[in-house]
C-alpha cells in the first residue's frame, strides 16, 4: 500500500515564474492538505481540500491556490513566486470524518532563485 | 488562538541517557495530539498520538501522555540512540471545522556515541 506521494522532489524556479505541485494521497484517504515548511521552521498550514473544494485556508496569498481530482489527489499550485516562497512543500492525507492521523509525504523541495 | 509550545533546542546528549522534550499547547475544545519525527531532508512520521485524555502514545520506546489538567504531552525515552538525532515537532490537530494540524516550533536532537 503507497502512502502519500508528491512530485517532484526537487525543484527549481525564478522568480515571477509559476509552479505546480502534485501529491497522490494514501489509499482510502479523502482529504488532502498542504503545508510549507521553511528551512529550520515548523510546517504551516496552507490549505485542506475535501469532496474537491478547499474547506480550510492558512494565512496564505491568493498566489496560492489548489485543485483536488475526483480521485482525491490534489494539486498546489503557486503564482508570481517570491524568494521567500523557497521552502519544503508537504502534502498530507487523512480521512475527513474522523480523529484520524494525517500521513505525510516526503515534500517537494522548492527554490525560488 | 490554537498553539503549540515546545522547549527550545537543540538538546544534545549521550547515548542511552533519558530524554524528555517538553510540549504544552493551548486548544479550544479536545484537540488530538501528536508526535512527529523528521530526519534531515525528509518530510515528517508520526511517532506517536493520543486522542483524549490521560491517553498514552508510545512508539519505538517513545512515550507521551496526554494530560489536560496540564494542557502538556511530553516526549520521553528512557534510553537515546544516535539514530534518535532528528528534529521532533510536537502537535495537535483540531477536531471541529477543517481539522487542521498546528505544529510547535520543533526540538532538535543530537545524539553522541
Known amino acids: 500500500d503507497a502512502g502519500v506521494t508528491q512530485s517532484p522532489t526537487h525543484l527549481i524556479k525564478t522568480r515571477g515564474q509559476q509552479v505546480t505541485l502534485r501529491c497522490s494521497p494514501k489509499s482510502g484517504h479523502d482529504t488532502v492538505s498542504w503545508y510549507q515548511q521553511a528551512l529550520g521552521q515548523e510546517p504551516q498550514f496552507i490549505f485542506q481540500?475535501?469532496?474537491?473544494?478547499?474547506?480550510q485556508r492558512g494565512n496564505f496569498p491568493d498566489r496560492f491556490s489548489g485543485h483536488q481530482f475526483p480521485n482525491y489527489s490534489s494539486e498546489l499550485n503557486v503564482n508570481a513566486l517570491l524568494l521567500g516562497d523557497s521552502a519544503l512543500y508537504l502534502c498530507?492525507?487523512?480521512?475527513?470524518?474522523?480523529?484520524?492521523?494525517?500521513?505525510f509525504g516526503a515534500g517537494t523541495r522548492l527554490s525560488v532563485l | 488562538g490554537d498553539s503549540v509550545t515546545q522547549m527550545e533546542g537543540p538538546v544534545t546528549l549521550s547515548e542511552e541517557a533519558f530524554l524528555t522534550i517538553n510540549c504544552t499547547y493551548t486548544a479550544t475544545g479536545y484537540p488530538s495530539l501528536f508526535w512527529y519525527v523528521q530526519y534531515p531532508g525528509e518530510g515528517l512520521q508520526l511517532l506517536l498520538k493520543a486522542t483524549k485524555a490521560d491517553d498514552k502514545g508510545s512508539n519505538k520506546g517513545f512515550e507521551a501522555t496526554y494530560r489536560k489538567e496540564t494542557t502538556s504531552f511530553h516526549l520521553e525515552k528512557g534510553s537515546v540512540q544516535v539514530s534518535d538525532s532528528a528534529v521532533y515537532f510536537c502537535?495537535?490537530?483540531?477536531?471541529?471545522?477543517?481539522?487542521?494540524?498546528?505544529f510547535g516550533a520543533g526540538t532538535r536532537l543530537f545524539v553522541k556515541a
Open positions: 502537535a495537535l490537530r483540531l477536531n471541529t471545522g477543517g481539522f487542521k494540524t498546528i
Open positions: 498530507a492525507s487523512s480521512l475527513r470524518l474522523a480523529k484520524n492521523i494525517q500521513y
Open positions: 481540500y475535501y469532496e474537491e473544494e478547499e474547506r
